[in-house]
């Protein structure tokens, strides 16, 4: 579960995106695994964004921040809903960079 961001980034832009989509299913089975709440499997968002043409990744991105925030209740930290941040980094094409947060969040949670 513990990532290196760099090297997702990194074989994000070498495999043209593919690793990406790859990285987008795990974060979001890791995410519904570690907040404890029900959520869409990895595959179905990545089928569902793909069907919709990314309006259901904008939906599943902001619905992230919830999920994140819960996982930082969990551990003790400060909760902070993203899910504006990261709805509008995937807004603007830097959905690489929402992911990166995302990770590092669930970096955090399987640290502690």
Known sequence: MNRSIATCIILSIVTCGI????????????????????????????????????????????????????MAEKRGAAPSNNGIL?????????SIIAYALMQDEINKTVAA
């Open 86 to 94: 990261y709805l509008l980094l995937c807004f603007f094409g830097l």
């Open 19 to 70: 690793y990406g989509l790859y990285w987008l299913v795990k974060l979001a089975d890791e995410t519904n695994e570690l907040s404890g709440q029900e959520g869409t499997s990895g595959g179905m968002v990545l089928l569902l964004t793909i069907v919709t043409c990314n309006i259901y990744g904008l939906y599943w991105a902001y619905k992230q921040g919830e999920k994140i925030s819960a």
